[in-house]
């Protein structure tokens, strides 16, 4: 009887070989690998940029100002404008009234006075603007003339003339309505693109550990 422990030198149907993993399944993990690591260096890169937009849009919203600081009678640095905030428009908005040559003689109020337009800039001497408020003149004149001749004849000759002229003006200068300009606010808030960023990120983390896996 054969001895069953010796070994004949083939090989046990029970062996268990374990195939080693391919060079082409290895470079496939490398790929994909450089490529999540790609994707989630410029996912970081698109959220710095997208947060630091929106503070910059924060900015200039808060640098923005409304009534009643932007108030200004006139305003120092453009004489020809007054910024009345006394009441303020909708959205807390100024109105503006300009003076030009083609307004002199107008007269708006800002800030609770009333200014004068004297045809470049904003005063408070309101003589400039005596022509906007009505006046009226008159002015009569009569002459009379009489001449009496008399002749030999016995003729006599009467002339009298008599002239009286009134006249009456009454002139007023139109005031144009203020003109207003209203100040967008922009808005700010988180869009859609970081909503549709976070949640590719997200996706392609999951995946990356479940290829691992």
């Known amino acids: 009887m ?13 062996e268990i070989i374990t195939p080693g993993k391919s060079k082409k399944a290895t470079s496939r993990g490398l790929i994909i690998t450089l490529a999540v690591v790609l994707f989630l260096v410029l996912s970081i890169v698109a959220g710095v940029l997208l947060v630091r937009q929106q503070q910059d849009i924060r900015e200039k919203a808060a ?103 009134a006249a009456s003006t009454k002139t007023s200068s139109p005031t144009a309505a203020p003109a207003t300009t209203a ?5 700010t808030g988180t869009g859609w693109p970081t909503y549709a960023g976070i949640g590719i990120g997200v996706v392609v983390i999951i995946a990356s550990i479940l290829l691992a896996l």
Do not use: H
């Open 183 to 187: 100040q967008p606010i922009p808005s």
């Open 2 to 14: 054969p001895d069953q422990n010796k070994s004949n030198g083939e090989a046990s149907p029970f």
């Open 63 to 165: 640098q923005i100002k409304t009534c009643p600081q932007i108030e200004a009678c006139p305003d120092p640095q453009d004489p020809k404008t007054l910024r009345n905030c006394t009441p303020p428009e909708i959205g807390n908005n100024p109105t503006d009234s300009l003076c030009t040559a083609s307004f002199k003689g107008r007269i708006e109020s800002c800030g609770g006075r009333q200014y004068c337009c004297q045809g470049q800039v904003w005063v408070l001497d309101m003589s400039a603007c005596a022509s906007a408020t009505a006046t009226a003149t008159a002015a009569a004149t009569a002459t009379g003339t009489a001449a009496a001749t008399s002749t030999a004849t016995g003729k006599a000759t009467s002339t009298a003339k008599s002239t009286a002229t």
